[in-house]
């Protein structure tokens, strides 16, 4: 039997990092952020979908979506962000499940679901178990700020967004302390993989 563990964490909080360690498994990722980049290339039914929704005006000469500028309009538009979430969310999940079950058909002993915003989708029902990458805030906030040379209170604003690192732990299967190094988080999943009797 497949375990589908679902990995999430918040932003800054090292999920990436985390992410790339299953590869020493070989336990396959399947990255939600990475389908949502590829749902809306040319061609793709969220693509036309979503130049209908917005004009040509965000197209690069390329034809190809400009992100920085699709970005300016939803983000001081709420009704607009939700058009686009309307638009992607359903495609990038349903390609996530294609990809999830394609695995589990093919008897790997795990997947993982790389969904950044699993508590915030309500797609824990898509997992078996849950990961969450953690960091205490102090080190969040000060890794965000020096990840994008963000000021102090743009920071602070984006973490706010998000449920807290925090609450997400409590809900979580198993939690990966990510505030030490990477060998330190990198030792917490093999035992936790361990555990759940996957390596």
């Known amino acids: 039997m497949t375990v589908v563990i679902g990995l999430t964490g918040s932003i800054a909080s090292g999920k990436s990092t985390v992410s790339q360690m299953f590869s020493e498994f070989n336990i396959p990722v399947v990255d939600a952020d990475q389908l949502s980049r590829e749902v809306v ?3 793709e039914p969220a693509y036309n979908k979503i130049v209908e929704a917005f004009g040509f005006q965000i197209l690069q000469d390329d034809r190809t979506i400009d992100r920085k500028r699709l970005g300016k309009i939803i983000f001081s538009d709420e009704e607009k962000r939700q058009q686009l979430n309307s638009i992607v969310h359903p495609q990038v999940r349903q390609e996530m499940l294609e990809r999830r079950d394609s695995y589990k058909e093919n008897k790997y002993p795990a997947v993982v679901l ?29 890794r965000l700020m020096e990840r994008d040379q963000s000021e102090r209170e743009e920071a602070e604003e984006r973490i706010q967004a998000q449920i807290s690192i925090a609450e997400k732990a409590k809900m979580a299967d198993a939690v990966i302390d990510n505030n030490g190094t990477v060998d330190e988080s990198f030792q917490q999943l093999k035992d936790i993989l361990h555990q759940w009797n996957i390596v």
């Open 41 to 43: 290339e040319p061609g």
């Open 114 to 142: 790389d969904i950044p915003l699993l508590f915030e989708s309500k797609l824990t029902s898509y997992v078996d178990q849950v990961v969450v990458v953690y960091v205490d805030e102090k080190t969040q906030l000060k």
